[in-house]
C-alpha cells in the first residue's frame, strides 16, 4: 500500500512544472489555435484560460507558423477570448493504465464513461511508443482461435498477427468484431470505437459485445462529435493500453473499428496545420501514420502478444480506395465483407475468395490447409458459372468439377454460416469442414 501511494505521488509530481511558460492566443480558424508563445514542442500539452474562475481547455501543439505556436484543442473553445493565456505544461499526453481497466469503458483520456468509479490505474503511459525492435518480435506460428468458423477454418489467424476486416456500410462488420470479441481465446480484448455516433456505441455494447465480451474487454470511445484530435488520440491510447497489458505477458486481441475514421480525422489535423493534400485529400502524414501504428502489435519474445483487428470502411464498397489499398500492403492479412453475400443472408457473409491469411501456412497443418484449399475451390468453381447455373442453363454431366461443386456448395455455406451467438471451436470447423470437401466430395 505504502509502495503504491509513493508512486501516485511520484506521478503527480511529475506532473508539475517547476517553470511556467506562458503565452497569449491570437487567432483561432475553427480547428487550429495560433498563439504567440508559449516555448513548447511538437506534441507538448497546454491549458488555454476560458474564464476569470480559472477554467482551462487542455490543447495540444501540433505545429509552428511564421513564429507562432499551433495548438488543437480537446474540447470545444465556447466562451475563450482573443488574448487568453496559454501556459506550456511541460509533458505529453499520457494514459493511465491497470488491469482495473478490464470490464470498463473509457475516454480517450482514461475517464469512466459507464457511470462507475474511476478505475484504480496502476501507472501512465505515453500514448504515442516506438515500435518493436525487430530483433526482439517472436515468430508468429501459434494459432488464434477467434470462434468464427468461416475465419478459423479457411483463413485462420495467427497470435501478433494483423488483420483488417474490409467492409462497406451495412454489411455486418459490427457484428463479426463482436462475434470475435466474446469469442476469441486471449486474456484481455482492448477496443477502441473511433468516430462512431453515441447510438452505435450502445449498441455495440450492448448487442454485438454483450455482457460476456465486456466482462474481459477494455472499451476506449471517441464519437463522432468530438474533435478530430481527441478521435486519433484515442486509437494511439488503446495502442498503448494494449502494449501494457503485452507487457505483463498475457495475450491482448486488439480491435480498432475503424482505422479510417482514424484516416480522416488525421486529414482534418493535417490539413489544419497546412499539410498539402495528396490522393483524395488525404495530407502525407496520414499515409506516414499507419505503418507506425501498425508495427506497435505482433508478438514479443519476452512473452505476451497484440493479435490487432483494424476495420477498413470502404467508401462505396471501393476495395483500392487510399487508405484501403494502403491498409491492405502493410497488414498480415485481410478479411472482406461481401453486401452481396449478406443480401443472400449468409453471415458473416465473408467472401472467401477475396480473403486471404498470408500466414496460413505457419498456423495450419498440412490437412487444414488442404481442406481450405479444397473450400476455395469449391467455391471458387460455383461463383464463375453461378449466372449460368441460376438461369438453370447448366446440364449435369458435362463438367465434372462443376457437378461436384454444385453438390457441395449449399453444404459448404451452410457449414460456414452462424449466428452470433454460436460458438465453435476451430476443430469442430475444420472437421466439418474436413468431413464435406474431403470425404464425401471424394465419394462422389
Known sequence: ????????????????????HYGRLLAFNGLVIEAQGPAARIGELCEIAVDQEGGTITAEVVGFRDGHVLLMPFGHLRGVSAGARVRALGRKLQIPVGRAMIGRVVDAFGAPLDSGPAPLYEGQRDIQRAPINPMHRAPLDEALETGVKAIDAVLPLAKGQRVGVFAGSGVGKSTLLGMMTRHVRVDVVVVALVGERGREVGDF??????????????????????????????????????????????????????????????????????????????????????????????????????????????????????????MRAILDGHIVLSREIAARGQLPAIDLLASVSR?????????EQRVAARVKSVVATYESSRDLIEMGAYQAGTHAGLDEAVALYPRVVDSLRQLPSEVATRAESVAALRHLVVHEGAGR
Not at 505521488?9 to 512544472?17: D, E, G, K, N, W
Not at 450492448?206 to 484515442?234: F, N
Not at 500466414?359 to 490437412?367: F, Y
Open 1 to 20: 500500500m505504502i509502495a503504491t501511494a509513493l508512486q501516485r505521488y511520484r506521478t503527480l509530481l511529475s506532473q508539475r512544472v517547476p517553470l511556467a
Open 205 to 326: 455494447l450492448q448487442e454485438a459485445l454483450g455482457a460476456e465480451g465486456r466482462a474481459k474487454s477494455v472499451m476506449l470511445v471517441a464519437t463522432a462529435d468530438q474533435p478530430a484530435l481527441v478521435r486519433t488520440h484515442a486509437v494511439h491510447a488503446a495502442h498503448a493500453v494494449a502494449e501494457y497489458f503485452r507487457d505483463l505477458g498475457m495475450d491482448v486481441l486488439l480491435i480498432v473499428d475503424s482505422i479510417t475514421r482514424f484516416a480522416m480525422a488525421q486529414r482534418e489535423v493535417g490539413l489544419a496545420v497546412g499539410e498539402p493534400p495528396t490522393s483524395r485529400g488525404y495530407p502525407p502524414s496520414v499515409f506516414n501514420l499507419l505503418p507506425q501504428i501498425l508495427e506497435r502489435g505482433g508478438r514479443v519474445r519476452a512473452g505476451g502478444s497484440i493479435s490487432a483487428i483494424y476495420s477498413v470502411l470502404v467508401e462505396g464498397d471501393d476495395m483500392n480506395e487510399p487508405v484501403a489499398d494502403h
Open 359 to 367: 500466414l496460413l501456412a505457419r498456423v495450419a497443418t498440412d490437412e
